[in-house]
């Protein structure tokens, strides 16, 4: 019998003239393992809020349909009713933190349902322990890497002990060993627990091994409902990027310039006096792509604010050539503008034109007029690339640029960065497939922040 259900379930946001989910049915077993998977802005997001009661409840919107979870009808039961059966892990996890230390982070849900107080501090102890952050306990929530404050709220996540678990792109800023052991938890707690998990992905391989069940969403519809065996075999068909470890993207020989961006020896620290950089350095030269990779918490995005101007060094030398501009992890907390197109614009003078084909180049052709918040996630993160690549800057930093994107849009992604040979591209992933992809030279920063060259 299955906890969740969805029957004849469509929705449209208030600002949205189309439907982001069409007649989607789809229930959901207890024990039970389920990844969703669709390109950007094909629904994934909406059906995991729908399950969560966020859909029409926090959204608004029009609603048609049921949506049932464990007995209740979200219609006349809302998130705070589900509270405690239902947790969910956001794909913008600096929008769901409260508190300003982990500790306290991690226990606000298990207060918010009642949990007794003697009890509190262990219980998010133990679920900071399972994500393997028990040491981030004391932390600042301001000072943790993308990576780090994903894993803290998956902890405030399963210390609630839900029999749903919605999972949406959870481990888009994980590098790969903690993207494998939250993957593994998650199948963990459905074989020991009977708990429910219903995730949704862009790095399918890993997902793929180990779900039960694939649904596949294309603009809203569910065009795929079944075992992962046949899952494989009908992506292989119909949707082979899914299943496939991308291709040539068409540039073969690259020639690189004169350094557009050199660090020497640069070292930093955060207010909790944490030396995240130490001693690094790094040379960037026009024409070339260059990934930097590394555990969560090693340095990388404080590494790359350095090379943009963002942050400057407590020792060691910048030296930089021409304008920089970087994509941040969470491009929506920047959101200027009214209009996708005068949101591009801002960087370029107000140049509309500019904008609207810059746009075109990331994909967005069309979306002009859209307003940026009623992007789905890929489509605000393309959005956001466009924004930096209109100014036409001599270094271009991308901080986690596949976060929320399909695989089809990756690989045009890389097809864009290598056409352009006269700037330097720092690109910080966890993202491993798209760093071979796109770039001429892997750097990796160690644990122990020390540079290995690939």
Request: no cysteine.
């Given at each position: 019998m299955a906890l969740a259900r969805a029957e004849n379930l469509s929705f449209a946001y208030p600002a949205s003239t189309a439907p982001a989910i069409r007649d989607v049915s789809a229930g959901l077993a207890p024990g039970q393992v389920t990844l969703v998977l669709g390109r950007s802005?094909?629904?994934?997001?909406?059906?995991?809020?729908?399950?969560?009661?966020?859909?029409p409840h926090f959204h608004g919107g029009r609603f048609s349909?049921?949506?049932?979870?464990?007995?209740?009808?979200?219609?006349?039961?809302?998130?705070?009713?589900?509270?405690?059966?239902v947790a969910t892990l956001f794909q913008d996890p600096e929008g769901q933190v409260v508190f300003t230390r982990v500790l306290n982070e991690v226990a606000f849900g298990l207060e918010n349902v009642g949990t007794p107080p003697q009890e509190i501090e262990a219980r998010a102890l133990e679920a900071l322990e399972s994500v393997g952050a028990e040491h981030l306990s004391g932390r600042l929530v301001t000072e943790l890497s993308g990576g780090e404050l994903q894993r803290v709220c998956l902890a405030a996540t399963l210390a609630l002990e839900p029999r749903l678990l919605l999972l949406d792109e959870p481990t888009s800023q994980l590098d790969p060993e903690a993207a494998e052991a939250l993957l593994e938890l998650a199948v963990r707690l459905a074989r020991d627990r009977g708990t429910t998990v219903l995730l949704s992905e862009q790095r399918p391989a890993l997902p793929l091994t180990l779900c039960d069940r694939v649904l596949f969403l294309e603009d809203g519809h569910l065009e795929f409902d079944g075992p992962v065996d046949q899952a494989r075999a009908w992506l292989e068909e119909h949707q082979s990027s899914f299943v496939s470890a991308g291709g040539d993207v068409g540039v073969h020989l690259r020639h690189f310039g004169e350094v557009a961006c050199r660090l020497d020896r640069v070292s930093y620290a955060y207010q909790d006096h944490l030396l995240v950089v130490d001693g690094a350095s790094l040379e960037l030269r026009r024409g070339e792509i260059v990934a930097l990779v590394g555990r969560n918490g090693s340095g990388k995005t404080t590494l790359a604010k350095i090379a943009a101007g963002l942050l400057e060094p407590l020792s060691g030398r910048v030296e930089r050539r021409g304008r920089a501009t970087y994509l941040s992890q969470d491009p929506g907390r920047y959101v200027l503008r009214e209009r996708a197109d005068e949101e591009v614009a801002v960087g370029v003078g107000g140049d509309l034109a500019a904008a609207s084909r810059t746009l075109a180049a990331v994909g967005l052709a069309g979306y002009e007029s859209r307003h940026p918040r009623d992007l789905s996630s890929g489509e605000r993160e393309r959005l956001a690339l466009a924004a930096v690549l209109a100014p036409d800057p001599d270094l271009l930093v991308l901080d986690e640029p596949t976060r929320g994107v399909d695989p089809e849009r990756k690989h045009e992604l890389a097809a864009l960065l290598k056409a352009n040979t006269e700037r330097a591209t720092l690109v910080v992933t966890h993202d491993r497939a798209f760093a071979r992809a796109v770039a001429d030279r892997i750097v990796s920063l160690a644990p122990d922040r020390e540079f290995v060259h690939a």
């Open positions: 802005g094909s629904g994934k997001s909406t059906l995991l809020r729908a399950f969560a009661g966020l859909v349909g049921r949506v049932e979870v464990a007995g209740l009808d979200t219609r006349r039961h809302g998130p705070a009713r589900l509270a405690g059966t």
